[in-house]
């Protein structure tokens, strides 16, 4: 059974930063692709940011290219998505998701992801 367990949330203040962790486990990790997507209030979920396990390859929203980054550690089987100068805009419900195929065209399409995660909330605010 894929598993998916999102962690590292919390209350912040503008500009500061956060290190979000996504737990996997029921599936071979290094065969997927894993995605962070968040969910600000009132608001549908947005595909932020995924990066493929057997390539490497990173895709980013233009909404948080230059601000955050995303790692994975196969020896772990966990992705982690780095946030710096965050933004009270960046206040949301963060989710992580895996799918065992990478769409190009629109690689952070919520559609695609067939396996998520529970949420971790991040709050930006002073």
């Known amino acids: 059974e894929v598993q998916l367990q999102a962690s590292g949330g919390g209350l912040v203040p503008p500009g500061g930063s956060l290190r979000l962790s996504c737990a996997a486990s029921?599936?071979?990790?290094?065969?997927?692709?894993i995605g962070w997507f968040r969910q600000p209030p009132g608001e549908p979920r947005e595909g932020i940011s995924c990066i493929s396990n057997s390539d490497g390859t990173r895709y980013y929203s233009d909404l948080v290219k230059g601000r955050f980054t995303i790692s994975s550690d196969s020896a772990k089987n966990t992705v982690y998505l780095e946030m710096n100068s965050l933004k009270p805009g960046d206040t949301a419900v963060y989710y992580c998701a895996a799918t065992a195929t990478l769409v190009p065209a629109s690689p952070l399409l919520p559609l695609w992801y067939d396996s998520w995660g529970q949420g971790t909330q991040v709050t930006v605010s002073s």
């Open positions: 029921g599936f071979t990790f290094d065969d997927y692709v």
